[in-house]
């Protein structure tokens, strides 16, 4: 919730995302945009200032993308040289312009529909769906962001999509490049291949010792053993809070009563309709009916097909017209009403159908309504909890003293890695399931007091590391089973490749695909009029690279489909395809219009930066660094 919640107060559509966040200082000098000067802000653009909160809320998003990638939280060193200041830096001016643009140009956004954005955003909502001003607060609490800076976030946002919106609609890829994409995609070849199976060649026998151990040193690093942590958990959830116990019978009742509606369904009526020009051929309609003509009949002649005058099994609510709808539940099943005027015009109405009203009793919905009561009772219950736990801990509780003291349950965890896998290889079955509990676990140290992590929109894990094993090189006695079955797989592999590769020559000399085949044990085969895409399922991924990096007559290997096996192929025939544009798919095209729609955001906003007056602020990027966790 916490990463959703941050997203929101700078979170631009995926057009700008995709566009502009590596954006450059390629349109002016970094020397000519840095200055001195404001140190509670971190550049301005024109008269737009960046807060030194923004600048912290966009390095801890771009830290978190880099630790995703590099697999653990990167040091201060490494965001430096992976670039992250500069990038957050390059995304926030892009951001900056397009909000003093808006204000150029006037753009806003009303603050009723304002209130009304933040109202229906889920995250602030209560387990019966309504706004909820405290989780509000709590949400903006937790994620360090203050509620005037996130309302202005959202205003900016808003701002920020209208100009988008207004740069990129009705971009259209050029008819050149459709043409150049359905060429590739729809271009079919036609491959005689063999496939290469461990099976084709000897068994590989077990290594001598020295052998093995000189695989094993090469290869030590494979084999190590990782960090791994013991720690602590406590997971509070209204959920987990909740006791259906508490709720009383005459709770229980009230609420059946209040909202009655949600346990009723509403009546429903099988409802013909027939639709007529004029009055005077409606009533001339009706009188057929009353003379013994069937409905059926009736709309047959008034050029109606049974799809035509069936409305289906309806509800009142259900049927647009209200004059339509009061005749249609006024009529008794099997009856035919008068001419109705409808709004589009005059019909007749027969009920074939009725399905009347139910009402779950207070018996078969009380305890949904128990367990629900006691959910949002166990919201305040929750926080009273995650009160409990932090003043416990602020006044110098371990850790289980302050869950004791809570009412929570603490969970330990002997041993874990930064992947949530065990000793043994296999992931740890009892851990939380919030994204953001290991890679907590990893960024600190036994002894400190922790950030409780926020899930689940009001769900909080608290933890404690308890101790930690360092990661280590692992001896060979520890892990020969799996150094040899390691060392004998990758020598299969090499035979299997020089095996291919002298079929390779061999076809290239001259000898048939069929010769070739078996002699190696193997079987020849064709696959023909394949695509790129579709000759995936034969070839295989490498295989169909292979297959299209040449012309008719190319002889190649590659990995086969199946793992451990090996592939080799003849082009026998190119065919191109007769009508390119028709090998283009509608997701292709959008992806195509995204990518070009990105290209005119990113020159829009190079030409507002050129036109806006930029300053970067030191001073103000070194406090904002002091907010960041």
């Given at each position: 919730m916490l990463n959703t919640l941050r997203g929101s107060i700078s979170g631009w559509t995926a057009k700008i995302l995709l566009g502009l966040l590596v954006l450059s200082f390629a349109v002016w000098g970094i020397g000519d945009v840095f200055r001195g000067g404001?140190?509670?802000?971190?550049?301005?653009?024109?008269?737009?200032?960046?807060?030194?909160?923004?600048?912290?809320?966009?390095?801890?998003?771009?830290?978190?993308?880099?630790?995703?990638?590099?697999?653990?939280?990167?040091?201060?060193?490494?965001?430096?040289?992976?670039?992250?200041?500069?990038?957050?830096?390059?995304?926030?001016?892009?951001?900056?312009?397009?909000?003093?643009?808006?204000?150029?140009?006037?753009?806003?956004?009303?603050?009723?529909?304002?209130?009304?954005?933040?109202?229906?955003?889920?995250?602030?909502?209560?387990?019966?769906?309504?706004?909820?001003?405290?989780?509000?607060?709590?949400?903006?609490?937790?994620?360090?962001?203050?509620?005037?800076?996130?309302?202005?976030?959202?205003?900016?946002?808003?701002?920020?999509?209208?100009?988008?919106?207004?740069?990129?609609?009705?971009?259209?890829?050029?008819?050149?490049?459709?043409?150049?994409?359905?060429?590739?995609?729809?271009?079919?070849?036609?491959?005689?291949?063999?496939?290469?199976?461990?099976?084709?060649?000897?068994?590989?026998?077990?290594?001598?010792?020295?052998?093995?151990?000189?695989?094993?040193?090469?290869?030590?690093?494979?084999?190590?053993?990782?960090?791994?942590?013991?720690?602590?958990?406590?997971?509070?959830?209204?959920?987990?809070?909740?006791?259906?116990?508490?709720?009383?019978?005459?709770?229980?009742?009230?609420?059946?009563?209040?909202?009655?509606?949600?346990?009723?369904?509403?009546?429903?009526?099988?409802?013909?309709?027939?639709?007529?020009?004029?009055?005077?051929?409606?009533?001339?309609?009706?009188?057929?009916?009353?003379?013994?003509?069937?409905?059926?009949?009736?709309?047959?002649?008034?050029?109606?097909?049974?799809?035509?005058?069936?409305?289906?099994?309806?509800?009142?609510?259900?049927?647009?017209?209200?004059?339509?709808?009061?005749?249609?539940?006024?009529?008794?099943?099997?009856?035919?009403?008068?001419?109705?005027?409808?709004?589009?015009?005059?019909?007749?109405?027969?009920v074939t159908e009725i399905q009347p009203e139910t009402v779950q009793t207070l018996e078969e919905v009380s305890d949904e309504i128990r367990s629900a009561l006691a959910l949002v009772a166990a919201s305040d219950t929750a926080n009273?909890?995650?009160?409990?736990?932090?003043?416990?801990?602020?006044?110098?509780?371990?850790?289980?003293?302050?869950?004791?003291?809570?009412?929570?349950?603490?969970?330990?965890i002997p041993a874990v890695d930064r992947e949530g896998n065990g000793p043994d290889g296999q992931p740890v079955a009892e851990q939380p399931s919030a994204q953001e509990f290991l890679p907590g676990v990893f960024e600190t140290e036994p002894g400190l007091d922790n950030v409780p992590i926020n899930f689940q929109s009001n769900g909080y894990v608290f933890y404690d590391v308890i101790s930690i094993d360092p990661a280590r090189d692992r001896t060979l006695d520890e892990v020969r089973d799996r150094v040899l079955a390691d060392w004998k797989a990758a020598e299969t592999d090499r035979q299997l490749a020089e095996r291919a590769e002298q079929m390779k020559t061999e076809l290239q000399a001259g000898r048939s695909m069929a010769d070739a085949a078996a002699a190696a044990g193997a079987e020849a085969r064709t696959a023909a009029a394949v695509s790129r895409q579709s000759g995936v399922s034969e070839l295989g991924q490498a295989g169909v690279n292979a297959a299209f990096s040449g012309g008719t007559g190319t002889v190649a290997t590659a990995a086969g489909r199946e793992a451990g096996s090996q592939i080799v192929l003849r082009v026998v025939e190119v065919a191109p395809p007769a009508d390119p544009a028709a090998n283009v798919a509608a997701n292709e095209r959008s992806q195509m219009t995204g990518m070009l729609e990105n290209d005119i955001l990113e020159t829009y906003v190079s030409l507002l930066q050129n036109d806006t007056a930029i300053a970067v602020h030191p001073a103000g990027i070194e406090r904002a660094k002091a907010l960041i966790r």
């Open positions: 404001v140190a509670n802000a971190v550049l301005t653009a024109g008269e737009t200032e960046v807060s030194l909160q923004d600048y912290a809320l966009a390095y801890n998003r771009a830290q978190s993308r880099l630790a995703q990638q590099i697999g653990r939280r990167p040091t201060a060193e490494e965001a430096e040289m992976f670039g992250v200041g500069q990038s957050v830096i390059s995304q926030l001016v892009a951001g900056a312009v397009l909000d003093e643009q808006g204000r150029r140009i006037d753009l806003g956004l009303s603050q009723d529909r304002l209130a009304q954005v933040i109202a229906e955003d889920p995250t602030f909502q209560d387990a019966s769906g309504n706004f909820s001003r405290a989780q509000f607060q709590n949400a903006l609490y937790n994620a360090r962001i203050s509620e005037t800076d996130y309302i202005r976030g959202q205003e900016n946002q808003a701002v920020r999509s209208q100009i988008v919106d207004a740069v990129s609609e009705g971009i259209a890829i050029p008819d050149a490049f459709s043409t150049a994409l359905g060429l590739y995609n729809g271009e079919r070849r036609t491959i005689e291949y063999v496939t290469l199976t461990p099976a084709t060649i000897p068994p590989v026998a077990d290594p001598s010792d020295e052998v093995l151990t000189t695989y094993f040193q090469e290869n030590i690093e494979t084999y190590a053993a990782p960090e791994y942590r013991s720690v602590a958990y406590a997971v509070l959830t209204p959920e987990a809070m909740a006791d259906p116990t508490t709720i009383t019978d005459e709770a229980v009742a009230a609420d059946y009563e209040q909202y009655k509606e949600r346990y009723t369904t509403a009546e429903q009526r099988r409802v013909q309709q027939i639709a007529f020009p004029d009055e005077a051929a409606a009533q001339a309609g009706k009188a057929k009916l009353e003379a013994g003509t069937s409905f059926a009949d009736v709309a047959s002649e008034a050029g109606r097909s049974p799809t035509d005058i069936d409305l289906g099994l309806v509800t009142r609510s259900q049927i647009p017209d209200a004059t339509v709808a009061e005749a249609a539940f006024s009529l008794a099943e099997g009856d035919v009403s008068d001419v109705v005027s409808g709004a589009f015009g005059p019909v007749l109405l027969q009273s909890a995650y009160n409990a736990f932090e003043d416990a801990r602020a006044g110098g509780a371990t850790f289980a003293e302050g869950a004791q003291s809570a009412g929570l349950t603490v969970q330990t």
